[in-house]
């Protein structure tokens, strides 16, 4: 019995996003919005994965990061590597890391919130990073991983 392996072709520069839970990969591609990329992108989903049981994988050419996109990705994929490529080869690697405060970047789940009726910028306290829940400082609403509405730049 041989063994095959799907060979996915290196990028020589842009990022990859490793290590996303499979049942997540498309909550990330549509927070950044890959569906509208120019760029070539690759991905794989349902592999095997020591850590994750199942992980997905998103490779990006010509694409680096901003801090804000970074931010979006811990928050539905706080288990994620980025593996930033340059000259085909990995030049950093870093684990998405939730930072303590959240602002701009997901809605508040209380519909009476003053965030959701006026024009206000959410502001969010994580509270707690590994089951990631993030409490609203204007209502003080929590709000839990499965129910975090990340706000989408359309750009």
Do not use: W
Not at 14 to 30: E, M, Q
Not at 75 to 96: M, Q, S
Not at 132 to 153: F, G
């Amino acid at each position: 019995m041989s063994k095959t392996k799907l060979q996915v072709s290196a990028i020589k520069e842009g990022t990859v996003i490793d290590h996303i839970p499979a049942k997540d990969l498309f909550k990330v591609i549509r927070i950044l919005n890959l569906n509208k990329s120019e760029n070539q992108i690759t991905f794989g989903t349902n592999l095997d994965s020591r850590a994750l049981g199942k992980k997905a994988i998103i490779k990006i050419s010509g694409k680096f990061f901003k801090e804000e996109e970074i931010n979006k990705i811990a928050l539905v994929a706080n288990e994620a590597n980025l593996n930033v490529i340059r000259n085909y080869n990995v030049a950093e690697k870093k684990k998405v890391v939730i930072p303590d405060e959240i602002i701009g970047i997901a809605k508040c789940v209380n519909p009476k919130c003053i965030t959701n009726n006026e024009d206000i910028t959410t502001k969010f306290t994580v509270v707690s990073k590994e089951k990631v829940a993030l409490k609203c400082n204007y209502c003080e609403k929590i709000t839990d991983k499965e129910n975090i509405i990340i706000l989408r730049n359309e750009k």
